[in-house]
C-alpha cells in the first residue's frame, strides 16, 4: 500500500523488486511513462481504446497484456469480500495471509501443513 502513487514513490520500489532491463507490461496509466527511462523495457496495453492484449508477433497469442495481474487482483477482491470493515492497519496482515495461500497453491487440509511447516521451520 502507497501513501500517494507517483513516479518518485513507486519507482524506489520498482527498482528494489524488478531486475534493471526486465520487460514490465502496464496498462497505460501515466505513472510508468519513465519505465525505459529507469532502464526497463516497457510495453502498454490501452484499455481505454478495448485492447487488453496485444499480438505482436503474429502467431496469434496476445503476448502483450496485464490480464495476470488483473486476475490476481480480482482473486484477491473475491477473497476479501467476507471480511468486510478490514482496517487500513490490518490490511497488509490480509494481503500476506491471501499471497501465502495463493503462492502455496493448496487448500483445505494440504494448506494446514504448508501453513504448520512455515510457522515451524
Known sequence: ML????????RP????S????????TD??????RLET???AHKTVCHAHGEYARDEDGDGFG?????????????????LRPHRGIS???LPLYLAFFQFVHNAR????????????????
Open 38 to 40: 529507469w532502464g526497463y
Open 88 to 90: 487500513q492497519g490490518k
Open 18 to 25: 524488478v531486475a534493471a532491463g526486465a520487460l514490465i507490461h
Open 13 to 16: 520500489i520498482i527498482q528494489a
Open 28 to 33: 497505460e496509466y501515466d505513472i510508468y511513462a
Open 106 to 121: 493448496r487448500r483445505g487440509k494440504a494448506l494446514l501443513g504448508t501453513l504448520v511447516g512455515a510457522i515451524v521451520t
Open 63 to 79: 503476448e502483450v497484456h496485464v490480464n495476470t495481474i488483473e486476475g490476481l487482483w480480482s482473486l484477491l477482491r473475491s477473497w
Open 3 to 10: 501513501s500517494n502513487v507517483q513516479q518518485a514513490t513507486i
